[in-house]
């Protein structure tokens, strides 16, 4: 076991409350031709069968408060995954990830736990692509913060309140235009309304379908084939974290969308009932108590 703090530590343990999402199990491994600068290859296990998701260390997380760290599991498949594209990490920055940056010698403990596990990683740089904020940290990680965003959002994100706002908003922008317009014949509420709603219709199918290849991969994050290589690179390059966030404002924009749709059906069914209430109602209330149409407010009075 390569512990983050020295060479062969003992294994460390989750110190959380809650159960962390399991890690990246899959492994895409990249040999010299396919690794834009890579000079790592892929040895043998030397007679040990080791997997993907076998433990290879444990790091403390970089974005929790003091006093309640979490320790996150670092896997063989997440260490193949950040040597190879698209990231290819060196030594020194994987040694940064894994918190050996400072140690001593832990380019060299680092290189030697990696052999042990049938990865040679020679020195140089091999760097492939830009570092961010997202580079620093572990995939188990990055997947908790990627499920706590989309708890908060399906939990906290007012869609039915903007929903309403929103119709408000567009419906005194059409009454507005509808009492300036001058020219033509103005296009009835009914027929207005029903073309929102499948608009509304229309945008929810295409972003429910764009969710079904957003969870297409992640479901599939195990396996070395990709459906969709571009969404593999991304998922990738932001260890799962991106498509859980995009998954999560898919889930807001249909929450949305569909809020909007009711929202929008309840004002075309009162709209419709107004267009059709007979209009006579008011003026014969009026005409039975007032047969000489004096009004409401006096009654005829009798000559003297």
Known sequence: MYDARGRHGHQLQHQTSEPLPSPSTSSHGVDEQTAAGSSARYLPARGRK?????????????????????????TIGEIQRRL??????????????????????????????????????????????????LTSLVEEESRCLG????????????????????????????????????????????ERQRSIKNAIQLTTELAQQLQVYIDEEEADRDSESANFPGLRQFSLITHTF??????????VVIGYLNNLLKTTSGVAIRDHALQHQPATNSMSSQHKHHPDGSGPHGMHKPRR
Not at 50 to 71: C, H
Request: charged share 20%; aromatic share 4%.
């Open 50 to 74: 080791l997997k993907p998701t076998d433990e290879f260390t444990t790091v403390p997380g970089r974005l929790s408060l003091l006093g309640s760290a979490s320790k996150y599991i670092v």
């Open 84 to 133: 190879g594209p698209p990231e290819c990490l060196n030594a020194s920055l994987l040694g940064g990830v894994l918190r050996k940056a400072k140690a001593r010698n832990g380019g060299t403990d680092l290189r030697r736990a990696l052999e042990e596990i049938g990865l040679h990683l020679p020195p140089g740089r091999r760097k492939a692509s830009s570092i961010s904020m």
């Open 147 to 190: 499920l706590q965003f989309n708890a908060i959002c399906r939990k906290m994100f007012p869609v039915a309140e903007l929903a309403h706002q929103v119709n408000l908003h567009h419906n005194r922008q059409q009454a507005a235009a509808a009492a300036a317009h001058q020219h033509g014949a103005a296009v009835s509420t009914e």
């Open 242 to 251: 991106g498509v859980l966030v995009v998954h999560g404002v898919l889930m």
